[in-house]
């Protein structure tokens, strides 16, 4: 994940991407026969309208050579981007422009005929990127190479592993040579090898000044990969700059949400909540400066447990889990050797963590009542959450000081 | 950090395009030009919709085939012999497969453009393409069969001792032209309305059916101007470009009724047809042109 240093776009980049004033309205009808439509003519079937602007006054200019991320919630407007950029969908107003050679990554094989081999896909999938016969033709060995499905290629697609699918449409769709490349959601797939070999490849796309556009749910990697980083939240930019803060600002909306979510949403699940555990706090020590947690400090995890009736044998565990929902850490009473005695009503307990190592980025808790044979009696996911200072040397879920020296010569 | 800056040169140098579909003439001129640049891409799709087609299947081809094949049959019997449709039309066989080729070909472009936007949701939705290459490529394989039939239908006259080697034979070549200028025409405006209104499709079908019956494919072009006499009916009848189109190939390739009824001044109704034809796919492109903005947001 050894992050290269930004090729901060040199002054001599020329602009590749140039959007003014961009806002897209969707109509959602109800009505969608021939029939309904004539029915609902006119006047009335303003009523059967709704509008939905997916995009609203993007301003947005990107320089040759740099990696831009677009994150943002579910229908924060990010796909409409690419889509409009990518010539999709006509924006409702504004302007959009670009210039050079483009390729979209499709997802998983659109465009892949599932009766024609695996050959004549790959001539198809290269002329609907643009490319003619005999340029195909000519970086035919390269692709296939690249693809490494071997004999296969003259078997019908329909055959082929999901795997062996994705390897082939990517293959083709780096192989087009763009300027600029739209990517929506399609570099976490394949097997470990060859999700590498993709990283490998946008990572020359990168040096070779190509422009690199990616719409990503996965935050780890648009830090790593992107140079910069436009955070959309209801068809609006809100962040556009580095991409550590931009996942940050998005972490914080996430919360956010999630938190009026529990409120309004957790009607039914709220009281099942409420009767073994509430009141949940997580304090650091020696907090930072926007109150996060910092490493080598002491976090207090605390909450009120409630018992209707005296039970013997109950454990309480913690988790806690990193953004991505990776187990980082967890304990339970039983591994302390802590017996909780039986006890009626209320009691405010607490884990104290000593000398916490956690990498940057937002972290989870959950809570957990169990019973003496192993029953969950009660979950409480995602109870609490805490930020852990980024230090800006590393990445990944343990904090740990790196030094760089040269040792000899 | 040579290759990056060789590009960004490159680059520097190429205009800013638009990415929003343009209607306008200037527009539509590039799309149209976009599409000529792209004709390898058509023939794959061409390629593509056959042999998708006709995958796993034992005959493949062949059924192309079998259904105006089929068709003839039961015309040349039922109407032919029973119904005694083929007084004062010899060859009969010969008369009908050269009507009901020349129709299926119209019907197989408009019926195959109409849904062809929709069929190729995927890609629409998905990546930037000139998307009128959609129905053009279903004119592609109409002809691909329209092909195959029209050897059959030499294969026969053949057979027949009427192999139609004379002066007339070249009316098959504006008779053709008027199927694919009117089908393609209005394969593109319906499949871009079919993509907002999809009762189109099933609209088509139908109208297709009947319009079988509103040339003299089954029956001759002279028992409908003994029926209704020399009156605007019966021009309005004549001047469907698929009746005219149908008559050219009668005049291409039956050889044997050189002699029975055709409308006065054929070539030049077949000319003006010609002309509308193209200023209808011109109308048909602006349509296009102006509804194609917003076919990802409603497939």
Redesign the interface.
Known sequence: MAKKPA?EA?P???E?V?MRGVSKR?IVRQD????E?LVTLGRIGRKHRSDFWALRDIDLTIH??TTVGLIGHNGSGKSTLL?????????TSG??????R?A?L??LG??F?P??TGR?NV??NA????L??AETEARLDEILAFASIGDHIDTQVKFYSSGMFVRLAFAVAVHTDP?LLLVDEVLAVGDEAFQRKCMDKIRTFQ????TIVLVSHSLDQVVDLCDRTVLLNNGEVVFDGDPRDAVREFRGILETRRKAEVQAGGGAAAPQYLQWVDSALATPSAPGPDGELMAGTDLDIEFDLHCDAPKAGMILAIGIDSSRGQVAYSTTTRLLGVDLEPFTGTRRVRFRLEDCQFGPGKYFVHISVIDEIGVHLYDWPQAISFDMHDYRTSFGTVHIEPRFEIVDG | MTAAHDRFRVLERQPFISTASDSTIRGVFRTSLEIVRRRDLLSLLVRRDLKSRYKDSALGVVWTLIRPLTQLVVYYVVLGKFLGAERGLPEFAIYIFSGLIAYGLFSEIVSSGTSSILNNAGLVKKVYLPRAIFPLASVGSALFNFAMQLVILVGATLLLGTFPLHADLWYALPGLALLLIYGYALGLLLAALNVYFRDIGYLVEVVLLLMLWASPIVYGWGFVRDAVGPSLLLEIYTDNPVTLAVLAFHKAFWIAGAESAYPEFLLMRIGVALVAGLIFIVFSQFVFARLQGNFAQEL
Do not use: W
Not at chain 1, 207 to 210: A, F, K, V
């Open positions: 090729p040199p001599a980049a020329p590749i140039r969707f969608n026969s021939l029939k439509r040759a050579g889509k409009v950029l990518g010539g999709i969908i006509d924006p302007s959009a422009e670009r210039r050079g483009i979209a499709l997802e659109t465009g005929h009766d024609l004549e001539f198809l002329a609907i990127l643009g003619t016969r300027d040096q070779e000044g190509r």
